[in-house]
């Protein structure tokens, strides 16, 4: 949905303004951003005269250089790729201006993007948000929409601003929440309509340019960065809010728990409308084929895919046939 908003005066308007090429500039790292980059690209009009993104870094037990998936995408394309170490470096900016973009599009890049390179752009720059701002600025809004075990979320193109995700609205879009939907296939989920949305904004904006709207500052909420507090499973809390926690960090970094002195993640699981007399962490059953049941404070859940530490992701069922998991054993703290 586009919210309303004033009409402004571009200061080159054409009639053919729908097959003008238009100057992007895409600042982007992240899985987040390689939908709407590469919708970009499709478009032709939008796409980027350059894609800046963050420098390679070590990955892996080798520690051999990775690119970001932004990069990796854009080479592909043949685009002009940057990865300066400040993207406000004096440098940047002069880089920035030869480019004379319309719009600097930031979608996931990771860092702060100050005045002097908004300012490069005609209409400044633009960021695309997994939230309905003002709700849940910050860092980790899809993680804490499900943490806090929202229904409802959606996406947000804004004008940034010196202060973080709080400059104007130009569009947004309600999302639905499925009820078994985790962060990285709801993540997934929001870029590829997130990717459509920023075209239509632009084509709209074009055709038809309007002021953004201001947030309402006192309808602000904020999400921190996630940190390892956030993983480790207490399963003395409720059913629910363990089901919340761990779709909230699948599939990385994951929810874990501690098995025999060592980290298990828990990826999937169901909650179970019954109870028993055992402890919380407690398995209660073995479901052949399928999984384990594990005693939460109230209720029960039925877990279905696991990670052990330094191996791949397997069913509950198998897991159990390796570790030979017995009723009455219990995860967590020993």
């Given amino acids: 949905m586009a919210l309303i908003s004033e009409p402004i005066s571009l ?30 690209i499709n478009s032709q009009r939008y796409k980027p005269l350059a894609v800046i993104t963050q420098p390679d870094r070590p990955a892996g037990r080798n520690l051999k250089l990775k690119p970001t998936p932004v990069k990796e995408l854009a080479l592909k394309h043949n685009l002009k790729v940057y990865q300066p170490q400040d993207i406000n470096s004096a440098d940047t900016v002069e880089l920035l201006k030869a480019f004379n973009p319309d719009f600097i599009v930031v979608i996931a890049y990771g860092l702060k993007v100050k005045k002097a390179v908004r300012d490069t752009a005609i209409y400044g720059a633009v960021n695309l948000h997994p939230s309905l701002l003002p709700e849940l600025r910050g860092a980790a809004p899809v993680p804490f929409a ?7 979320t959606g996406l947000t ?13 130009y569009r947004q879009q309600p999302c639905y929440i499925f009820p078994t939907e985790n962060a990285t296939e709801l993540l997934e989920r929001l870029s590829y309509i ?7 904004f632009l084509d ?10 201001p947030q309402d500052e006192q309808k602000a909420t904020y999400c921190r960065k996630l940190d390892k507090d956030d993983l480790l499973i207490n399963w003395n809390k409720t059913a629910l809010e363990i089901s919340n926690q761990i779709r909230a960090l699948a599939l990385s970094p994951g929810a874990f728990t501690l098995h025999r002195d060592k980290q298990l993640k828990i990826l999937n699981a169901d909650i179970i409308e019954r109870t028993s007399d055992l402890h919380p962490g407690s398995i209660v059953s073995l479901l052949k084929n399928t999984g384990f049941m594990i005693q939460a404070q109230e209720k029960q859940l039925l ?6 530490a330094g191996k791949q992701a397997m069913s509950a069922w198998a897991y159990h046939l390796g570790a030979r998991l017995e009723i009455g054993e219990k995860f967590g703290q020993s």
Avoid: Y
């Fill in 303 to 308: 877990i279905r895919t696991v990670q052990p």
């Fill in 204 to 213: 709209d904006f074009f055709a038809n340019p309007r002021q953004p709207i």
């Fill in 157 to 169: 193109i804004f004008e940034l601003s010196a202060k973080m995700d709080a400059g104007a609205i």
């Fill in 146 to 152: 499900l943490f806090n075990g929202m229904t409802n």
């Fill in 11 to 40: 200061p080159i308007k054409k009639k053919n303004w729908m097959d003008d090429f238009k100057r992007i500039v895409f600042c982007g790292s992240h899985d987040f951003a390689v939908s709407p980059l590469e919708e970009l």
């Fill in 194 to 200: 997130g990717s459509r949305m920023l075209v239509r």
